[in-house]
């Protein structure tokens, strides 16, 4: 149980990183360069999504995939990564085009849902599970 909740403090801290990217390209991108909030959201998201990549197969979890194999692992990580920008697009939209709710707040709050679908996936498909 330990080691788990070592994991998810240095998922936390990945997560804090790729989510401050995430929020700031998005704030430049809608805010001063002027593209719709969708289209900021989803480049945000993918390059958050790289860096949480690099950081998270480097310190959070043990990959289940030998050297030969990274791009085997990089397609996995893209798809599940790709379902969450999905679970991103919608909640935003959501938020903002129904609830109407600030861009920013919606990003809160779909980070929320995103993050859960994010540690679960990379836990269950990407991770080593005889490691450690």
Known sequence: MTKVLAQVAKFGL?????????????????????????????????????????????????????????????????????IGLGLNQVLMWVFVDQVALHYLVAKIAATVFVMAWNFVSRKIWLEDKNAG
């Open 14 to 82: 990945v997560g804090v990183v790729a989510t401050v990217l995430d929020f700031l390209i998005l704030f430049v991108l809608a805010d001063f360069i002027g593209l719709h909030y969708l289209t900021a959201a989803a480049l945000a998201f993918v390059a958050a999504t790289l860096f949480n990549y690099a950081a998270s197969m480097r310190y959070v979890f043990t990959s289940r995939f030998g050297e030969a194999e990274k791009r085997q692992e990089l397609l996995l990580f893209f798809t599940l990564s790709v």
